[in-house]
């Protein structure tokens, strides 16, 4: 288990940059979640990553980050059981959950939503197609939270 959550790595050009989103990756695939991981940091965004689903629920009650991408195949905790636990708590209730998952099928979408993600990626995806993904929720995010 990666323990190393301080400091969170800021933009892309080496400053740290706190006003920025904080989104927390979750992926027990390290070469994707280091991948998934550099783009957005590149892209601006500060980023923290979780292995398992334990590390993961652990991260996000610590961090509170804007936005988490969840692997539903996890060790441990699964990622489906991860998101569950993350929506009943109103520490985390509210943080959208994307379901990044190499499960295709239209099933593990339903399950996905029916345990509280937010939206579903098939995996693998261009990384340019995540980042609109994630703009697009914490866009609507940031508009829902001016509403209330």
Same mark, same amino acid.
């Given at each position: ?53 334990? #590390? +993961?629920?652990?991260? /996000? @009650?610590?961090?509170? %980050? ?5 692997? &539903? ?40 939503? #029916? +345990?509280?993600?937010? /939206? @579903?990626?098939?995996? %693998? ?5 995540? &980042? ?17």
């Amino acid at each position: 288990m990666n323990k190393s959550t301080i400091p969170i790595s800021g933009d892309g050009d080496g400053s740290d940059s706190n006003d920025q989103p904080l989104i927390l990756v979750v992926d027990d695939f390290e070469d994707g979640r280091e991948m998934y991981a550099s783009y957005l940091r590149y892209s601006g965004y500060r980023v923290d990553e979780a292995a398992d689903g334990y #590390e +993961a629920l652990e991260k /996000a @009650f610590a961090l509170l %980050p804007d936005i988490i991408l969840m692997d &539903l195949s996890l060790p441990g905790i699964d990622g489906w059981q991860a998101t569950r636990e993350l929506k009943k708590d109103a520490r985390t209730s509210k943080i959208p959950v994307v379901a990044l998952t190499g499960h295709a099928l239209e099933a593990h979408s339903r399950s996905a939503k #029916e +345990a509280g993600c937010d /939206a @579903f990626i098939v995996k %693998p995806c261009m990384p340019m197609d995540l &980042l609109n993904e994630i703009r697009r929720i914490l866009d609507s995010a940031a508009a829902k939270n001016k509403v209330e």
